[in-house]
């Protein structure tokens, strides 16, 4: 009898199904667009780029001034003081001195920077999406091969951005006078400091960004079939300032051999990072070496933010234009 009533208090109706322990929940991913051949990466890539620089350009025109040494007409030690001088001095205008050699680099530049950075994560992860190391290697080798594009207009970028007493009316006659004057090396006398510089700026760009687009897609689920604009903006601003703080030093040395002997600015006998940044020290002491970070802050945190929503609205586009061709709705 006593085994009878103690069967009787059980019913089906108290098994409840019990959740799954967090280890077992379903994971969270993000759609990695598949089926987008290279070109469309590329394509992709070069309209975030340009994009990109166009909105912040004014801003990087202030940075400049303001790592730009020597007895420049603009020698600022402040954002609102470099601004104020730009704009005394050329007006408006000024802020966009350079523009067009910005243009003539960044859109090819970023069609290699995306397509190699795509193309070696999808090799390096191994199919695993949150592969942080295959993120900041893939970012790696896409700096080195986008720089090597890019580093030549964005000497002659810098030089303009300099103002009208750098002599140079235009991208033509820059690139003309610096080949006659210094010769092709000068294109290429910050190459290895850009790349040293990028090389860990892009490791925590990317790592920074595809941890925190996942962390934000996780905390809003509902986001992750569509990838909302606002998670990769989100996303790419904390990459963005995040690198751009850890890596000013080195921008500071690449503005310095970039914009060597230009305008009343320094002159250096040798291109070594360690020479430089010596020389830097010596006169200006260790704050000189993060001259500018706040405009990279104000440059990088908002550029990421535009860079990556546009670049993923690309994909999102080219891969529905495919989806559209292969049903056919497009001929």
């Given at each position: 009898m006593a085994t009878e009533a103690t069967t009787t208090k059980f019913h089906n109706s108290d098994f409840r199904a019990v959740p799954p322990p967090p280890d077992y929940?379903?994971?969270?991913?993000?759609?990695?667009?598949?089926?987008?051949?290279?070109?469309?990466?590329?394509?992709?890539?070069?309209?975030?780029?340009?994009?990109?620089?166009?909105?912040?350009?004014?801003?990087?025109?202030?940075?400049?001034?303001?790592?730009?040494?020597?007895?420049?007409?603009?020698?600022?030690?402040?954002?609102?003081?470099?601004?104020?001088?730009?704009?005394?001095?050329?007006?408006?205008?000024?802020?966009?001195?350079?523009?067009?050699?910005?243009?003539?680099?960044?859109?090819?530049?970023?069609?290699?920077?995306?397509?190699?950075?795509?193309?070696?994560?999808?090799?390096?992860?191994?199919?695993?999406?949150?592969?942080?190391?295959?993120?900041?290697?893939?970012?790696?080798?896409?700096?080195?091969?986008?720089?090597?594009?890019?580093?030549?207009?964005?000497?002659?970028?810098?030089?303009?951005?300099?103002?009208?007493?750098?002599?140079?009316?235009?991208?033509?006659?820059?690139?003309k006078k610096v080949l006659k004057e210094e010769g092709f090396g000068a294109f290429y006398a910050s190459y290895r400091t850009t790349v040293l510089m990028n090389a860990p700026f892009t490791a925590v760009h990317f790592a920074t960004y595809e941890a925190a687009k996942r962390g934000l897609i996780e905390i809003s689920p509902e986001s992750a079939s569509d990838e909302r604009v606002m998670v990769h903006a989100t996303a790419g601003a904390l990459a963005g300032a995040s690198a751009a703080v850890v890596t000013t030093p080195l921008d500071v040395v690449k503005t310095q051999l970039q914009c060597q002997g230009v305008c009343g600015c320094d002159r250096f006998k040798s291109t070594a990072i360690r020479d430089v940044t010596k020389t830097i020290v010596q006169k200006d002491g260790y704050k000189g070496l993060m001259r500018g970070w706040i405009p990279r802050i104000l440059f990088h945190a908002p550029a990421a933010a535009i860079c990556w929503s546009t670049y993923e609205a690309a994909k999102s586009f080219f891969q529905e234009l495919n989806a559209c061709t292969e049903s056919g709705t497009i001929t």
């Open positions: 929940l379903p994971e969270i991913t993000v759609a990695p667009h598949h089926g987008l051949h290279f070109w469309q990466f590329m394509i992709a890539g070069s309209i975030a780029g340009c994009v990109e620089h166009m909105a912040m350009f004014p801003v990087d025109t202030v940075k400049t001034h303001m790592q730009a040494l020597g007895s420049c007409p603009i020698k600022s030690v402040g954002v609102r003081h470099a601004l104020r001088s730009v704009l005394k001095s050329e007006g408006l205008p000024g802020l966009y001195r350079g523009i067009g050699a910005m243009g003539l680099g960044a859109g090819p530049a970023h069609a290699v920077y995306f397509s190699v950075y795509e193309v070696c994560k999808k090799y390096f992860s191994g199919g695993d999406p949150n592969n942080s190391v295959a993120h900041a290697v893939s970012g790696v080798l896409a700096t080195v091969a986008s720089d090597a594009v890019f580093t030549p207009m964005d000497m002659v970028k810098q030089r303009l951005q300099l103002g009208n007493g750098t002599a140079y009316r235009g991208v033509l006659e820059c690139v």
